[in-house]
């Protein structure tokens, strides 16, 4: 899978300048670095031939239809997956291999688990024991703003309320990579923009980069600079938002056939109705052709040109 | 993680305490009471040529029926132990994480999965041992005079504790092996539980597998520990410790007793001069059963031999110092593989 992989061009953000002769280069590693990377459950591939590179201090966003291995993917950054083939390095390390490892990324997974029987306060205590970055304050500061009452068991919160301890947890312990499996779901409308607003908050403050599945585009379009597009198991879509956007034109005009367009234009959605042809196409020279309509397309377009292809496919 | 997983574990804990101060409580009492009867019985200071053996008899015959159902319930309660800690500790441990999800919590704070598994199977191993070695403490201090009197030569009656420390139903619930059965029943389970992955089918698994090993290790393995000890003696058909079968094949099974205070008889057979058992075969003498005399002497002129195979007391500690290094050692066997399992295959 080439054609979606999204190696980054040159130096990325934040790359101190190349080392002097005779020292090691010291770059920023990648969030995630997968090389045909794929996990197969019996004979179905969950993820399938995963080449994929997400530069670090990204908002991130992983769209695509259920079961597309959304949370394979992610399982398999944070180590909880061994993958059936090819390798996945995480901030420059294999997942889960170390404490160190662990400590630098941060994982709510779908179901949001906590342990029923223990309170709030005691799992801001597990969060405390056994991890060494632990910042107390962030931790108590926001489940105050949550208004959970500290006594109360697990078992005797919200979905929701749930997942906000969840988060928490894995935000508190100050991780380099934030991992949030539909972290939005569970949340009611106020919950999501106030999780959004900390994500915003956490990633300026912090060098944090955030990867976090969703299918509500919606709501990536508003804090998402990184998009990943996956459909069954492959990734058909990967790039900086900005990027995407303007390398991606909507094209009108009098019907035409694709295939006469110039080379470096790629279809990537065609409809046609009576003598008018509307054309998704990806270049990254500007489109000159008069007889062309040329308009911009937002991310809900781009996401739904590419599933909609894919699903043709 | 020591605080985490004495939180998960504390219930169990307090339960597993109480439980040992009320049979604390119920021995401690009766403990006293049977110590008190031993020592006013005089078997302390007996002297073994004279009046040991009668002092020995009048001693386990004062004792009432109520100190027989408590050396039975201790019994089992050592025995059932074990396998309770393996089935509500061990098997738990982990299968309850993988099937409530609260492992993908676990997993992802800064403790690699290797060190949350040690520190858990240390918590909980060690807790099980502890238990398991107190009540068996419990239960040889408290069964010690009846112990002491039933080992002692020409004692003939004993209601309770005949067999000695090595028989099968008894070595288990005394002495030390008791915290290895607990150590590696905590194993069992958690390997169970990682292999099974769902709490209520690796308790089930554990408490059979266990109760397996229970039944057939005392069969096949325990003898051959220690190779048994043999003795070879001549066969006297007119003694009164024969007795003679006659089987209806047509074939005769020679019975000859044989005892020693507190051994474990493994094996009691009769073997002919050349070396092989005895069948009884071709005895003609033998098929009229009027005349018994033509039968004894014709058996006399066939030279048999019993050949006894037995554990002698004195390899009480032995055998329990061996079988718990080696269910410790299966223990930690096991402790690896559940590592090896939930570092190798992801459980997500």
């Not at chain 1, 992983?62 to 180590?79: D, E, F, Q, R, S």
């Not at chain 1, 997956?81 to 997974?109: H, I, R």
């Not at chain 1, 569970?186 to 912090?206: G, I, N, V």
């Not at chain 2, 109760?211 to 058909?237: D, E, F, G």
Request: charged share 15%.
């Amino acid at each position: 899978m080439t054609a979606g992989s999204a190696a980054p061009e040159g130096r990325p953000p934040g790359t101190p300048p190349a080392a002097a002769p005779g020292e090691l280069p010291r770059r920023t590693p990648p969030a995630l670095d997968a090389r045909g990377l794929g996990k197969r459950y019996g004979r179905r591939w969950a993820l399938a031939d995963c080449t994929l590179t997400i530069p670090a201090g990204h908002v991130v966003g992983l769209v695509g239809p259920n079961g597309a291995g959304k949370t394979t993917l992610l399982n398999l950054a944070t180590g909880m997956l061994e993958p059936t083939t090819g390798t996945v390095e995480v901030l420059g390390g294999a997942p889960a291999s170390g404490a160190d490892q662990l400590a630098k990324v941060g994982y709510v997974a779908q179901d949001t688990p906590v342990y029923a029987g223990l309170t709030v306060a005691e799992h801001l205590r597990l969060g405390a024991e056994l991890n060494p970055g632990w910042d107390d304050e962030l931790a108590r500061g926001r489940i105050e703003r949550l208004g959970l009452d500290q006594k109360l068991k697990a078992a005797k919160l919200s979905g929701g309320q749930r997942a906000q301890l969840a988060l928490t947890l894995a935000i508190a312990k100050r991780p380099e990579l934030l991992i949030l499996d539909e972290p939005i779901a569970r949340l009611d409308p106020l919950a999501r923009r106030e999780f959004l607003q900390l994500l915003m908050e956490a990633t300026a403050e912090q060098e944090l980069t955030v990867l976090m599945s969703s299918h509500l585009i919606a709501d990536l379009e508003r804090t998402c600079d990184y998009l990943i597009v996956l459909v069954a198991g492959r990734v058909v879509l990967a790039g900086q938002v900005d990027d995407l956007l303007a390398s991606h034109h909507l094209l009108t005009g009098p019907r035409r056939d694709p295939a006469t367009l110039p080379a470096d234009q790629q279809v990537i959605t065609a409809s046609h109705v009576g003598r008018q042809s509307s054309l998704l196409v990806r270049t990254d020279k500007p489109v000159h052709d008069p007889a062309w309509t040329v308009a911009n397309v937002d991310i809900e377009d781009l996401v739904l040109a590419y599933l909609s292809r894919a699903a043709s496919a | 993680m020591l605080w985490l997983t004495w939180r998960q574990f504390r219930a169990q804990a307090i339960t597993a305490v109480s439980a040992l101060v009320a049979l604390a409580v119920l021995y401690g009492v009766t403990g006293v009471q049977l110590a008190h009867l031993y020592h006013a019985s005089g078997l302390a200071g007996c002297h073994p040529r004279a009046d040991c053996g009668r002092l020995a008899s009048t001693f386990t015959s004062q004792l009432g029926p109520h100190y027989k159902v408590l050396l039975d319930l201790g019994t089992v309660v050592v025995y059932l132990v074990p396998a309770l800690i393996g089935v509500f500790w061990g098997a738990p441990l982990v299968a309850r994480e993988i099937e409530s999800g609260t492992f993908r919590l676990a997993w992802n704070q800064s403790v690699t999965r290797r060190r949350w598994l040690a520190v858990k199977l240390a918590v909980v191993g060690l807790a099980a041992m502890a238990t398991a070695g107190l009540l068996s403490l419990i239960m040889s201090w408290w069964a010690a005079p009846i112990a002491q009197a039933s080992q002692i030569p020409g004692s003939t009656s004993f209601p309770m504790g005949a067999a000695g420390r090595l028989d099968p139903l008894v070595f288990g619930s005394e002495g030390i092996a008791p915290i290895g059965y607990a150590a590696f029943a905590v194993a069992l389970g958690v390997a169970a539980g990682v292999l099974i992955r769902r709490t209520v089918p690796a308790m089930a698994t554990t408490l059979a597998g266990f109760a397996a090993v229970q039944v057939v290790w005392p069969l096949l393995v325990r003898p051959h520990l220690i190779s048994p000890a043999k003795v070879i003696t001549r066969v006297n058909p007119n003694s009164n410790n024969i007795g003679l079968t006659f089987n209806a094949n047509g074939t005769l099974t020679i019975n000859s007793s044989w005892h020693q205070p507190g051994a474990w008889l493994l094996s009691n057979q009769t073997i002919t001069p050349d070396g092989k058992v005895f069948r009884g075969a071709n005895s003609k003498a033998c098929s009229n059963p009027n005349n018994f005399h033509a039968c004894t002497n014709w058996l006399a002129s066939q030279h048999l031999r019993q050949l006894i195979s037995y554990q002698p007391a004195s390899r009480f500690w032995a055998f329990q110092w061996y079988e718990t290094a080696i269910f410790i050692v299966l223990a930690a066997a096991l402790a690896w593989l559940c590592g090896w399992l939930i570092t190798r295959r992801g459980a997500a």
